[in-house]
């Protein structure tokens, strides 16, 4: 079963109506992230909420990640990004440089490109060994695993857009000089090796969705569809999650 073909990126709001919702999708988030943090309510902190992006280059991270956080306070959520691994971090195991940016209780942080490079671009470059890249699996639910028993509530996100939609964001991107430097030699280079990414992502979305830290793939196609359905999601799994400790967050039922 493919993962990536069952999304449907035919998905779509209109500009009014995806105003309206993400406004309201906000509205939620903002008093639920308060919540988490002991501003509202008892005033005891909630758990921590870890979210992860990840997808195609110019599928619209970004432009997500900003929606998500630009209603909370600054101080309440961090955003970290991550790239190559540096010649020091690379002395280290490969998930040694993302735990300062995971957060504690109360605490919120997002992740922009995260510890599953190792089976996606470090597989697919051979920047990792076979044998590095097919444990990393393990690892990796390993680790989610434990951050779950703790408390940590972990959205994951692939953010899906089909090849033709990447090729005509990254043409749009050549031609203003003010997006153009978003553009690297890297992304037309990954571009050309999409076949070989597809394989990695549907294995890394077989071996790593689990009951503690599934995986929600996002039709990127249209970008107001795809950062309403993230704040939405975000919105779920920090509900569902207070109700399964008796927490009441105080707002009406999701529609």
């Given amino acids: 079963m493919s993962r990536l073909a069952d999304v449907d990126l035919t998905a779509s ?35 921590p909420l870890l ?23 600054p101080r309440h959520a961090r955003v970290a990004q991550f790239s ?14 993302f735990w300062p940016a995971l957060p504690g209780w109360g605490g919120m942080a997002v992740l922009d490109r995260t510890w599953y490079g190792r089976v996606l671009v470090e597989r ?16 990796i639910v390993d680790l989610e695993t434990t951050l779950a028993a703790e408390g940590t ?11 033709e939609e990447q090729l005509r964001r990254f043409e749009s991107r050549q031609a ?3 997006k153009a ?5 890297e992304d ?35 970008k107001r569809w795809a950062r309403v359905d993230v704040v939405r999601t975000v919105c779920a799994a920090v509900e569902d999650a207070l109700a399964a400790r008796g927490i009441d967050t105080g707002l009406p039922p999701r529609r």
């Fill in 13 to 47: 709001l209109g500009k009014e109506e995806a105003k309206a919702q993400l406004a309201a999708a906000q509205h939620r988030l903002t008093h639920l992230r308060l919540l988490l943090g002991g501003q509202l309510g008892s005033g005891e902190l909630g758990p």
């Fill in 51 to 73: 979210v992860l992006f990840e997808g195609w280059d110019a599928s619209g991270k970004g432009g997500a990640i900003k929606r998500l956080v630009e209603p909370l306070d």
């Fill in 84 to 97: 190559a691994p540096s010649s020091h971090e690379k002395r280290h195991h490969f998930l040694w440089r």
């Fill in 124 to 139: 697919v470059e051979g920047l990792a060994s076979e044998e590095a890249w097919r444990r990393a699996y393990g690892e």
């Fill in 153 to 163: 509530v972990l959205v994951k996100f692939w953010m899906h857009v089909s090849p």
């Fill in 176 to 178: 203003d000089p003010h």
């Fill in 181 to 185: 430097w978003k553009l690297t030699d």
């Fill in 188 to 222: 037309w280079r990954n571009r050309g090796k999409r076949a070989e990414y597809e394989a990695a992502v549907e294995e890394m979305l077989e071996r790593t969705d689990t009951p503690a830290a599934p995986w929600h793939v996002v039709a990127g196609e249209d």
